[in-house]
């Protein structure tokens, strides 16, 4: 959420900064909104200094010698009228202060100034590649081929059977190397990259969702509980991770937080019918590894490197070629401020396709959870700036590497990095 200061201060700046985006705010909406709040503040404040003159009356009519009960008697209707009004208006501000809040909710967070003007994928910034791209010596199957033919293997008829369309089912070695994946990037994470493993819920309430982004804005996305409680499934471990820091202060000696997390993900795909239909590319339940950091305002933009590097350096321990992009304006994330999407090689398309998102959403989270930290220097608490990133989504990973690491026999080689976390399996058949 943006600062309503700012606002207030800098509107047209930040009108111009968000059509990058694609995005016109209407500052006019804003300004009709904030007037008529402080019109009713105004107007509680005089009907608060009001009723103390009117309650003021009744000592004053007592001390020139009227009854006690006259006396309030005679105030009591002009009371009871001022009363009646003042209910009313802080009734009407606080209407008035969830408009604004609904407002602002639905506001972008502002792009810096080094994203790229655009209107959507097309339009981003290549930054660097790793790696040669893979040419085959055979015409390259794609994963969905390559993984029903292995022993056991992937299995969409009975996902289909069990749950629809956009579902899969794995068995085998194939199994095993999603739980070695997960296993693997875990264990980097945490003893290489200095992150804290993290286990959290998987279902969250609405709070959270507001917290990071994804409500109002994108309800449709949601997989929303039946019960007495209103609970959702989580999209990405970034919502509950993200929120341990809702509402605290967190010392300074405790900063920057760097943690990692394991979990499913579950998204409706709303508006992507026809987009990737075919196998493990988009689906209702993937899992993912994460990466979430808190830190002061100043290190946000060396952390975002840090964080995108960290999620690079488990391609690289796989062998597998990728491109960084910058997004462009128009193919931001609604919270985020800056984002790099890592995009690795596969070769049945003959294309990158994005595996992680790395993103800088500066103190737009914050400020809607209330995380804050100590400024020892100041003693006053401060926003931190959020930071997350997939490390990454497993099963894209795996996609990854069926196609990569494909032979002409329909086998799959086992990278070398994962080996060991597959008892020194070479090879899937």
């Known amino acids: 959420m943006l600062d309503i200061r700012a606002l207030r201060q800098d509107g047209e700046a930040i009108k111009t900064a968000l059509t990058k985006r694609g995005y016109t705010l209407d500052l006019d909406a804003f300004a009709s909104l904030d007037a008529k709040r402080k019109q009713a503040d105004i107007r509680s404040q005089e009907l608060q200094a009001d009723r103390k003159k009117a309650s003021r009356q009744v000592g004053e009519l007592i001390k020139s010698g009227m009854a006690v009960e006259d006396a309030k008697s005679q105030v009591a209707e002009t009371l009871q009228t001022i009363d009646a009004e003042l209910d009313r208006e802080v009734a009407s501000a606080k209407a008035i202060q969830e408009e604004i809040r609904e407002f602002l ?5 502002v792009p810096q100034d080094a994203v790229p003007a655009g209107n ?24 969905v081929d390559v993984g029903e033919a292995l022993d056991g293997g992937l299995d969409f008829e009975r996902a289909a059977k069990l749950s629809g369309a956009r579902f899969s089912v794995m068995s085998g070695g194939l199994a095993r190397m999603h739980r070695a994946l997960i296993d693997f990037m875990l264990d980097m994470h945490s003893d290489e990259h200095g992150y804290q493993e993290v286990y959290v819920p998987f279902l969250v309430g609405p709070e959270a969702l507001r917290g990071t982004g994804q409500l109002p804005k994108f309800a449709e996305d949601l997989f929303k509980m039946e019960g007495e409680r209103e609970l959702y ?28 997390c394991h979990t499913p ?83 049945s398309q003959q294309r990158y396709r994005e595996i992680s998102s790395c993103s800088n959403f500066q103190d737009y989270q914050s400020r809607r959870m209330q995380a804050r930290w100590r400024n020892p220097e100041t003693g006053k608490p401060e926003l931190v700036h959020t930071l997350n990133g997939s490390a990454l989504a497993v099963g894209r990973t795996l ?16 990278p070398e990095a994962l080996r060991p976390y597959m008892r020194g399996l070479e090879r899937l058949t």
């Open 265 to 347: 993900c579950f998204r409706s795909e709303a508006g992507s019918h026809g987009k990737d239909t075919r196998g493990m590319i988009r689906q209702h339940q993937f899992e993912k590894v994460e990466l979430v950091q808190m830190v002061r305002a100043e290190e946000s933009d060396a952390a975002l490197e840090a964080l995108t590097g960290h999620a690079e350096a488990v391609l690289q321990k796989l062998d597998l070629p990728y491109r960084v992009v910058i997004l462009c304006g128009g193919d931001l994330g609604f919270s985020s401020s800056k984002t790099y999407d890592i995009e690795v090689w596969l070769p």
């Open 120 to 143: 959507d994928e097309e339009d981003n910034v290549e930054v660097r590649q790793w790696g040669t791209p893979k040419t085959l010596p055979f015409e390259p199957k794609d994963h």
């Open 233 to 260: 499934l989580i999209p990405t471990a970034e919502v509950p991770v993200t929120n341990l820091a809702a509402d605290e202060i967190l010392e300074a000696d405790t900063m920057p937080r760097r943690y990692t």
């Open 399 to 414: 996609v990854a590497i069926l196609e990569n690491y494909q032979n002409e026999d329909g086998s799959v080689t086992v």
């Open 105 to 109: 909710m639905g506001i972008p967070n």
